[in-house]
């Protein structure tokens, strides 16, 4: 279990980078709709995929599971981080 944990974390933590992408790249969209942010959105489940990295870290077993969890680690750290920071001045601007 833990080892499926830790390859699809990895895989959604590439998806959640490209979702990012293609979010950041798009012009505005109607927030009605989703009734909230797609980067709050993103943000939430970014750090969903961080916290199940961590826990599929147990189930490493040779040395591409563990660069696997590390690149989760961090592609999902550094997402984290940007859309903190795009999100927090994105609301101090708009008022």
């Known amino acids: 279990m833990k ?4 390859f699809w974390s990895f895989i959604f ?3 959640w980078v490209l979702l990012f992408f293609i979010v950041s790249s798009t012009g ?8 909230i942010h797609p980067f709050v959105l993103l943000l939430c489940v970014t750090m969903l995929t961080f916290v199940t990295g961590l826990t599929g870290m147990a189930g490493m077993e040779g040395w591409k599971a563990m660069a696997r969890s ?7 750290l550094g997402l984290s981080a940007l859309l903190a920071i ?3 001045f994105g609301k101090l601007l708009s008022y």
């Open 3 to 6: 080892k499926k944990l830790n």
């Open 70 to 76: 590390f690149s989760t680690i961090i592609l999902t």
């Open 86 to 88: 795009v999100i927090f």
């Open 13 to 15: 933590s590439t998806i």
């Open 28 to 35: 505005p969209i109607v927030y009605n709709i989703l009734g």
